[in-house]
């Protein structure tokens, strides 16, 4: 009777184990993503400054890799990533990068685009990958493999529900960080 009760023990656990919500079924889920329109909340925490600074605006993503973030309050910005480009319009001035060119921004960049696509390949080019939680409410840490880009960013925590990203949290290495809260528009 003993051994019986630990092998249904053992099954049991085995059988959780199988069950448990790995990083493959997480890239899985959010493939599933067609892309779509949000709203966006960004607070940063700057040690020099008494209370965070807090943004808000509009993001568009367009699977597998075009992503817009519209700023509207409190100033208006424009920052689209297409392909290997990134360009961003401000106070009527625009940048542009050529993300080849810069490999730490490529990198930063990459954490977001990839994660929302669920490309696993590309995120471990860079990152170290740990996922905590289950389906409906799951946290991904992705923590930089790179010495240049660790003198920049001590990590990255996106968290979200099914194939939804719902917030992003970056740790800079001197302690500063971003939090973004993500929440979706449905389509009409």
Request: no cysteine.
């Amino acid at each position: 009777m003993r051994r019986f009760v630990l092998a249904l023990l053992g099954l049991g656990l085995w059988t959780s184990a199988q069950a448990a919500y790995d990083i493959d079924q997480l890239m899985s889920d959010l493939a599933t993503q067609k892309g779509g329109r949000a709203r966006f909340v960004e607070k940063r925490h700057v040690a020099l400054l008494d209370k965070p600074v807090q943004a808000s605006g509009e993001m568009v993503f367009s699977p597998p890799d075009r992503l817009e973030k519209r700023t509207l309050l409190p100033k208006p910005e424009t920052m689209v990533l297409d392909k290997d480009t990134l360009s961003l319009e401000r106070d009527k001035r625009k940048f542009t990068i050529h993300l080849a060119n810069r490999p730490e921004a490529q990198a930063f960049v990459e954490s977001i685009r990839s994660t929302l696509a669920g490309n696993r390949k590309a995120l471990e080019q860079d990152y170290a990958l740990a996922l905590e939680g289950e389906s409906q409410r799951w946290v991904l840490t992705l923590v930089p493999r790179d010495e240049t880009i660790m003198a920049l960013l001590k990590r990255i925590t996106v968290s979200g529900s099914k194939n939804q990203v719902r917030h992003i949290e970056y740790l800079q290495a001197d302690g500063d960080r971003s939090e973004i809260s993500i929440d979706p528009i449905e389509a009409q």
